[in-house]
């Protein structure tokens, strides 16, 4: 296996039921077995989740919320889903710890990064929850920052889409797959990969980044195991 410890990056929208605001349990259940064969290969496995199926800081605001409250209502959002992935992995064996920046008391324990790495070799999936636990910043913000606190090998961004392109393929059939990419290129290219502050905790710490579509069954495990699926980011040109 190339990767000994990952983080999996996973948006709220990817856990979203069809009435376009709960949890969905056949997506919970996609994702936790996609983690599962991970966790049997030996891979170390963290996990930050969004919690835009349930509430958005940002959207708040265009109702009338404070963006403050609504940053702090989005990480306890990020919290009922952790507990949702929790759920499914531990009734089928896999053990998990759910990890918070805001500590919830017979829920979840509080963010500490020995903590998490020691969880991680024991064999648990940790799940990061509360993103940075500061308003005004993404869970992809949070997603960066637990990647290089655990050292992890790699961060991988689950999406619905096989990698990044020149234009939005949903939109232009035309846009051009990256294979790979270097931070400067996509900078450059003006790519909208993670927000900036996450795109700048990968490129300082040299955290790889591997895009992939999360979607399809076997994904995790294919880039696992080196398949060329999807678009890495890194600081070296290859």
Do not use: W
């Not at 896999?94 to 020691?118: D, H, P, R």
């Amino acid at each position: 296996m190339q990767y000994k410890r990952i983080l999996l990056k996973l948006s709220g929208e990817s856990l979203m039921g069809e009435d376009g605001y709960s949890i969905s349990y056949p997506a919970v259940n996609h994702y936790a077995t996609e983690i599962q064969s991970a966790i049997r290969q030996g891979v170390q496995v963290g996990v930050v989740i969004g919690g835009g199926n349930i509430f958005r800081g940002v959207n708040g605001m265009q109702k009338g919320f404070d963006r403050r409250q609504g940053d702090y209502m989005g990480m306890l959002a990020t919290v009922i889903n952790a507990m949702a992935v929790q759920e499914v992995l531990e009734a089928a064996g896999t053990k998990v710890k759910v990890l918070s920046s805001l500590e919830i008391e017979g829920v979840c324990e509080k963010i500490f990064y020995k903590n998490a790495i020691q969880y991680l070799e024991e064999g648990k999936v940790v799940i990061f929850a509360g993103g940075t636990g500061n308003p005004f910043f993404t869970t992809d913000s949070g997603a960066a920052l637990r990647a290089v606190e655990i050292k992890a090998d790699l961060l991988l961004k689950g999406t619905r889409v096989d990698g990044v392109y020149s234009e939005d393929p949903e939109k232009n059939p035309n846009a051009v797959k990256y294979e790979t990419l270097t931070y400067a290129e996509a900078y450059e290219k003006r790519l909208h990969i993670m927000d900036m502050t996450a795109f700048t905790i990968c490129q300082d710490n040299n955290m790889p980044l591997y895009v992939y579509d999360a979607q399809v069954n076997g994904n995790l495990l294919r880039v696992l195991n080196g398949e060329k699926i999807g678009t890495l980011c890194s600081n070296v040109k290859f």
